[in-house]
């Protein structure tokens, strides 16, 4: 089971800055990260590529879009 | 329509934007708005809280169409590309105090982060320390963040109605502006003479900023979040919009004969320069803390965002405090309460930075 960051509601830089502090501890796995605007998804992609971290998935459900990254 | 949504999210549309900025920006001083403040965010929602009398600086009164048209063009987007969700509830009146601050410190310099950049541009050298202070307050405002800064989540508001409220109030400045422009109703003020006064023709100023605001919506183009995310994340994405601001106004002006480098005698500019640095160190601090530069939380107010709009209203007022209360700067430079209001927006700004943390999960 992926841990989930859940950082809807939050301005910038926050989604941002608390993806990376998570995917920064990991050694590898996987993280889904919960955001609610195509600015933070689009911030979010856009960091976690800049890291060479994995994007798997992208679910969109009800306002919600799940993005699930791999480390490792 | 999916193609060109994502186009602005990459970095050719983010450099796309600031380009037409940077053009535009130069093109509207040509066509008649204030020298080096082609657009301006601060200057000219200054301008729009001395045409409804807030302030009674009377060279610095006009309902100016950019800011309008900013606000419309990001709402039409933000319809157009389902991107409109009202929302708010973020910690709303500590936003309204960051944006009062906001426009005391870019009041002190003359200018909001864009015409940092046009001034620049334009070859004003003073610019440079306000430049220098903007970046140094977005680094301060970083740091909060690296301690846990946050203003808290927003809520999505439980009717779409709700976000309608700010493009309104904008959409009623425009009735008011061509009622009194073109039927003389003498409602609100407007300057005969000095920055106030000089204007490009309303539609081209109107449709400008429509457009402006349309395609910095799609870009989440921020000249604060550019600066912010270059030290935060070393990530150059938002940076290169606001580069290719600077260039595309640079060339512009040196084409249209705009570009007058010195320090001394330029427009609408003063040469105290601990001032211009310490001006922008608050205003980008505020910004920093905000999340936005100000014309960014012109567009998130198009989008529904009740917290910016809160903001930007800040801004408003803090352009009448600052000029009810000696405390804006003129080309003459500093005004009496200058120092005594940055001082006491640092102590705020610091005191919301140290307290505002919210417990992570």
């Given at each position: ?72 | ?18 380009l037409f900025i940077g053009i535009l920006a130069a ?156 039927y003389q109703t003498n409602i609100l003020f407007f ?131 600052s000029h009810n209360f000696g405390i804006a700067a ?32």
């Amino acid at each position: 089971m992926a841990e989930i960051i859940d950082v809807r509601g939050l301005s910038c830089p926050e989604p941002v800055l608390r993806t990376l502090e998570v995917l920064k501890k990991l050694d590898k796995g996987e993280v889904e990260i919960w955001v609610d605007t195509n600015t933070s998804k689009e911030n979010i992609i856009r960091a976690v590529n800049s890291i060479k971290c994995q994007i798997l998935e992208i679910k969109e459900e009800e306002n919600i879009y799940k993005i699930l990254v791999k480390k490792g | 329509m999916e193609r060109l949504k994502n186009f602005f999210a990459t970095r050719a549309g983010i450099v796309l934007t600031g380009l037409f900025i940077g053009i535009l920006a130069a093109v509207l001083q040509k066509l008649g708005n204030p020298p080096n403040m082609g657009i301006c965010v601060a200057c000219m929602e200054r301008d729009i809280a001395g045409a409804l009398g807030l302030h009674r600086a009377e060279v610095v009164q006009y309902m100016r169409p950019e800011i309008i048209g900013f606000v419309l063009g990001a709402f039409l987007s933000a319809l157009i590309f389902k991107e409109y969700r009202p929302r708010g509830g973020s910690s709303p009146f500590i936003r309204f105090i960051l944006g009062i601050f906001a426009m005391i410190g870019a009041l002190t310099f003359l200018g909001c982060p864009w015409r940092t950049l046009l001034r620049l541009a334009g070859g004003d050298g003073n610019a440079i320390f306000g430049f220098l202070g903007l970046i140094f307050g977005i680094f301060l405002g970083t740091r909060f963040f690296k301690m846990g800064y946050s203003l808290g989540r927003t809520q999505s508001f439980p009717s779409k109605a709700a976000g309608i409220w700010f493009p309104l109030l904008m959409f009623l400045f425009l009735v008011l502006l061509l009622l009194d422009v073109y039927y003389q109703t003498n409602i609100l003020f407007f300057s005969i003479k000095g920055p106030g006064s000089m204007h490009a023709p309303i539609f081209i100023s109107l449709s400008i900023g429509i457009f402006i605001g349309f395609i910095a919506q799609r870009s989440r183009f921020c000249t604060m979040g550019a600066f912010r995310d270059l030290i935060l994340f070393k990530q150059p994405h938002l940076f290169l919009g606001v580069l290719s601001l600077f260039v595309a106004a640079f060339i512009t002006n040196l084409i249209l004969d705009q570009f007058n480098p010195g320090f001394e005698n330029q427009p609408i500019a003063h040469t105290m320069q601990l001032w211009n640095f310490l001006g922008m160190t608050l205003a980008g601090l505020a910004f920093a803390l905000a999340g936005g530069c100000p014309g960014r939380q012109l567009f998130l107010s198009g989008e529904g965002d009740g917290d910016a709009a809160i903001f930007a209203t800040g801004m408003i007022i803090g352009a009448a405090i600052s000029h009810n209360f000696g405390i804006a700067a003129s080309p003459k430079g500093i005004g009496p309460h200058t120092p005594e209001a940055i001082i006491l927006g640092f102590i705020v700004c610091f005191i919301i930075g140290f307290t505002m943390r919210e417990k992570r999960i």
